[in-house]
């Protein structure tokens, strides 16, 4: 392997350093391993490459925390996250996003609902994949100790989602518009001429 090269990811995935997480050894941030679990196939068909999504928003989102271990994210069903949901909060539903820390190097654990997210966005007028970013960076951020129950903490928490969005380049939903709006090219062909 020559210097620089990096190792292919585990059979025919694409490695960390594809999916723009950085190695500790060229940046000064620690190093994450983010595994994602695709337990619904649908999901490649809402959002595609969202496995790729999922790890660069989970990098995204604990990058300024300096937080270094491994998160795994599991892409599921209604059925699966309605199941965690219950036996976890007692709640007999599904829900967007569940987050269950972990101990030691294991920062812990993130799912999310295919029906919910895509019944979201669509309700919200986002784009799947940025709505799933959005999801999968909230639930990072509960990882490591954000909440947002009391308005202080979840003013902070929006502030960190806003910054992992921007990573990401992709639109700030904490934004009036709700972040449907992404900057767009002037149309040129309807101008009119001074």
Do not use: C, Y
């Not at 619904?40 to 490459?49: D, F, G, K, Q, S």
């Not at 790890?55 to 059925?79: C, M």
């Amino acid at each position: 392997m020559e210097p620089g090269s990096r190792p292919p990811g585990p059979a025919g995935e694409p490695s960390l350093a594809d999916a723009g997480i950085m190695q500790d050894d060229e940046d000064p941030h620690p190093p994450l391993a983010v595994e994602v679990v695709l337990a619904e196939p649908a999901w490649r068909r809402l959002v595609p490459r969202a496995e790729i999504l999922a790890r660069r928003a989970v990098a995204a989102a604990l990058r300024e925390s300096g937080a270094s271990g491994s998160v795994s994210v599991l892409l599921a069903d209604d059925r699966a996250l309605k199941r965690l949901n219950g036996e976890h909060r007692g709640k007999d539903k599904p829900t967007n996003v569940l987050s269950f820390p972990g101990f030691g190097e294991h920062l812990g654990d993130i799912a999310l609902a295919l029906g919910v997210v895509r019944r979201e966005a669509r309700a919200a007028g986002r784009r799947p994949a940025a709505h799933l970013a959005h999801l999968v960076a909230h639930g990072a951020l509960h990882l490591i100790g954000h909440d947002h129950l009391v308005a202080g903490e979840a003013r902070r928490m929006e502030r960190a989602e806003a910054r992992a969005m921007h990573r990401l380049r992709l639109p700030n939903p904490w934004r009036p518009d709700g972040g449907r709006s992404e900057p767009r090219r002037p149309d040129l062909r309807h101008e009119v001429p001074a």
